[in-house]
């Protein structure tokens, strides 16, 4: 009531007043008078105001048309009646581990395309390889196109069995001589993104990599999978030891040279 403290119901225990004010003390303060009722509808509503308003049409119209006059390659973006837009987006694939696709399928025709028959639904035997690194796809999607789409998109071209759970798309961004890499969220729309950068690429860029999220889910992953990644390791731990070995080998070399010629020199 006087100095107009708040907190939560549940922080009550933790706070100690010290009120200076002449004539009071902390003993005469009301501790219900200090506490913010919970889910205050105060703060509901400031937290909902600070959200940013959509943009209406006429703004979307008018950064799309900003936009394409920045385009050179023809990859323009459109307007549709209903306030949605279409564009392009360029994805680069840097995944450093295998990916599972149908064994021995055959590549997709145009057929397939046209019918969207989904070949890596008519096999069930798998194997695993590596996809180019730096391989990049374009795609054209929608301004109601989310983070998740975009994924299971991705992993339906090229033909991925794997869960779309194990990947993410990161907007990478270069700023001050550096890059700078952030994870979108499922929920996020790439195009909108692509519209407020602009076309250059190396102002903003999409990159598809493995969902480093610090846990591993490893019962996303198959026993095959599993067992690929346990020869991985093996093969990179020898690597590794090999390296060392090798490195100690010629430091010893170097060593015993030097001995070899410092022989009979004095100090």
């Given at each position: 009531a006087d100095c107009r403290y708040t907190c939560h119901q549940e922080c009550r225990s933790l706070i100690q007043l010290d009120c200076r004010r002449p004539g009071q003390c902390q003993s005469q303060l009301s501790p219900e008078s200090t506490l913010?009722?919970?889910c205050s509808q105060?703060?509901?509503q400031t937290v909902e105001e600070e959200k940013p308003e959509p943009p209406t049409i006429q703004e979307i119209k008018q950064k799309i048309e900003k936009?394409?006059?920045k385009v050179t390659n023809?990859?323009?973006?459109k307007l549709n009646d209903d306030g949605t837009y279409t564009g392009f987006i360029k994805v680069h694939l840097k995944l450093r581990r295998p990916v599972t696709v149908p064994a021995g399928i055959r590549p997709q025709s145009i057929y397939d395309a046209?019918?969207?028959v989904n070949l890596a639904d008519m096999t069930a035997k798998r194997t695993s390889f590596y996809l180019p690194l730096d391989a990049i796809k374009?795609?054209?999607i929608s301004s109601t196109t989310t983070v998740s789409e975009v994924i299971q998109g991705l992993l339906k071209k090229f033909m991925v069995v794997d869960n779309p759970q194990k990947f993410a798309l990161f907007k990478e961004m270069r700023k001050d001589g550096q890059v700078l890499f952030q994870k979108l969220p499922l929920t996020e729309y790439p195009l909108?993104?692509?519209l407020l950068a602009g076309p250059d690429t190396d102002v903003l860029s999409f990159v598809l990599k493995e969902n480093e999220t610090g846990e591993v889910e490893w019962d996303a992953f198959s026993i095959p999978e599993l067992q690929n990644f346990l020869m991985i390791l093996d093969k990179e731990e020898k690597d590794k030891i090999q390296q060392v070995h090798r490195k100690y080998e010629r430091f010893k070399q170097?060593?015993?040279?030097t001995l070899k010629e410092a022989k009979g020199k004095p100090g």
């Open positions: 913010l009722p919970p105060n703060v509901t936009y394409n006059a023809c990859l323009l973006m046209l019918k969207e374009q795609l054209h909108y993104l692509r170097r060593l015993q040279q």
